[in-house]
């Protein structure tokens, strides 16, 4: 069963108290939030206990800078700049980094993180040797990865991904992952102490458990020895939709965001800003996609499959071997 937040069973700790919304969602739903910095404050000490070549760069030269669309709640003894999702902002706090020859960990979701990272390749700036990229809110595209990873390594800044999973109900960060297996698969690690991981007998999909209380996520996982595999429910990532943006090399990362609508077995890409149509019926530009589809750099991705009929537009859920239920879904920070 799903647990869900009400207004009328929230139980706040005393005194102020501040509340984090799930990154991207576009739900309206009172419930789905966390409270900042309860449980979360040892999460930098378990990151770097789990993966302790992150001490490289999550040490006392770095620089956090953030881009993900909610509050983190980072507690740290150094510098740390929210960009608000500014373009503007992230070149300035880039250039203080490198000028005062910091580290750099940066917090955004795989295609906001992208847009403005490319902004900021487009300047002349120079950029910090290395940077650490805190992912989370959806799948990462190992080929958007790979496109990034080489563009930053271009300009001289060595890039690294930590893939991190969680839900606003539980917090943040539960899964962190630094590698892919052979099919690209992130391949997780439970370090939230505090939490437990388990899977739904019936249908596969994790559960996260927290002071008696239990999220299931809809998400699909296996634990394998000492990691996870997650794979995104197919109302999240749609299998057509994820060969097609795995199979993307520079020239269409170059000039797409990721956004994109998959209907009828037809795809719709949005062109990242600058970039002019060439006639092709597929592309919108940026913000034509927007005002078509809706959505925003806020938002996550729509990553379903969607069929037109002629009295409303259905959603489509799947998966490799059988048709994935519906149902209320969590919100993933």
Same mark, same amino acid.
């Given at each position: 069963m799903i647990a869900t937040q009400t207004? @009328?069973?929230? #139980? /706040?700790?005393?005194?102020?108290?501040?509340?984090?919304?799930? =990154?991207?969602?576009?739900?309206?739903?009172?419930?789905?939030?966390r409270v900042i910095g309860h449980g979360d404050h040892g999460r930098i000490g378990e990151l770097v206990?789990? /993966?302790?070549? +992150?001490g490289q760069v999550l040490n006392d030269r770095a620089m956090i800078i953030s881009a993900y669309p909610a509050a983190l709640g980072i507690q740290t003894s150094v510098p740390f700049v929210d960009t608000y999702l500014h373009a503007p902002t992230l070149i300035r706090s880039?250039? +203080? =980094?490198?000028?005062? @020859?910091? $580290? #750099?960990? /940066? =917090?955004?979701?795989? +295609? =906001?993180?992208?847009?403005? +990272?490319i902004k900021m390749l487009n300047t002349p700036y120079g950029l910090p040797k290395r940077m650490l990229w805190a992912a989370g809110g959806y799948y990462f595209p190992a080929s958007l990865e790979t496109y990034m990873t080489q563009q930053l390594a271009d300009?001289?800044?060595?890039?690294?991904? &930590?893939?991190?999973?969680? #839900?606003?109900?539980?917090?943040?960060?539960?899964f962190a992952a630094t590698h892919r297996d052979e099919l690209g698969e992130p391949l997780y690690r439970l370090v939230a102490?505090?939490?437990l991981a388990s899977v739904d007998d019936k249908q596969g999909s994790l559960v996260l458990s927290r002071e008696g209380r239990s999220i299931c996520t809809g998400d699909y996982a296996q634990a394998i020895g000492d990691h996870w595999l997650i794979r995104s429910s197919a109302y999240r990532l749609a299998s057509q939709v994820r060969?097609?943006?795995?199979?993307?090399?520079?020239?269409?990362w170059v000039s797409r965001t990721g956004y994109l609508r998959y209907e009828s077995d037809r795809f719709t890409f949005q062109l990242r800003e600058g970039h002019q149509l060439n006639g092709q019926k597929t592309l919108l530009s940026f913000h034509q996609f927007w005002e078509r589809h809706g959505g925003s750099l806020q938002s996550k991705p729509t990553w379903q499959s969607f069929?037109?009929?002629?009295?409303?537009?259905? &959603?489509?859920?799947? $998966?490799?071997?059988?048709?994935a239920k519906s149902g209320p879904l969590q919100e993933f920070v």
């Open positions: 207004p @009328e069973d929230s #139980v /706040f700790p005393q005194g102020p108290c501040q509340l984090s919304y799930a =990154a991207g969602s576009t739900s309206l739903e009172p419930g789905g939030y206990q789990a /993966f302790p070549s +992150l880039l250039r +203080l =980094a490198t000028q005062q @020859e910091r $580290s #750099v960990v /940066f =917090a955004a979701q795989p +295609l =906001a993180g992208a847009d403005l +990272l300009r001289g800044c060595q890039l690294d991904v &930590l893939h991190c999973y969680g #839900v606003a109900e539980v917090g943040h960060t539960c102490s505090d939490v060969r097609e943006i795995e199979s993307w090399r520079a020239e269409q069929e037109s009929t002629s009295e409303s537009l259905l &959603l489509i859920n799947f $998966s490799s071997d059988k048709t």
